[in-house]
Nanobody
Framework: QVQLVESGGGLVQAGGSLRLSCAAS????????MAWFRQAPGKEREFVAA???????GYADSVKGRFTISRDNAKNTVYLQMNSLKPDDTAVYFC?????????????????WGQGTQVTVYS
């Protein structure tokens, strides 16, 4: 079984940056598509970014140009670099994994989830 643990969240001023990390267990990490989702208070969980084993990436329009997803397969870690943060980015950010390098932006398709890390952006 794959376990995912997020870290790096916190309180940041609007315009600032944070880098989230997701540490994954399992020797098959490199074969998984990894993604970040987020859930703001009172809202549905939404797709943020995903990355395939080949480093092909995809982003939600709301974060495109500001966020960058990357992965280090040797470290079993996926990252989300968040720049130019806005108050609307405030949410719990979840790391997720999808088996066999499949591609999806739908949260229901993902097989494994972390517990989330809080990101709060103030102005």
């Amino acid at each position: 079984q794959v376990q995912l643990v997020e870290s790096g969240g916190g309180l940041v001023q609007a315009g600032g940056s944070l880098r989230l990390s997701c540490a994954a267990s399992g020797r098959t990490f490199s074969s998984y598509t990894m993604a970040w989702f987020r859930q703001a208070p009172g809202k549905e969980r939404e797709f943020v970014a995903a990355i395939r084993w080949s480093d092909i990436t995809g982003y939600a329009d709301s974060v495109k140009g500001r966020f960058t997803i990357s992965r280090d397969n040797a470290k079993n870690t996926v990252y989300l670099q968040m720049n130019s943060l806005k108050p609307d980015d405030t949410a719990v950010y979840f790391c997720a994994a999808l088996k066999w390098n499949s591609w999806s932006i739908r949260q229901q398709d993902y097989d494994y989830w972390g517990q989330g890390t809080q990101v709060t952006v103030y102005s």
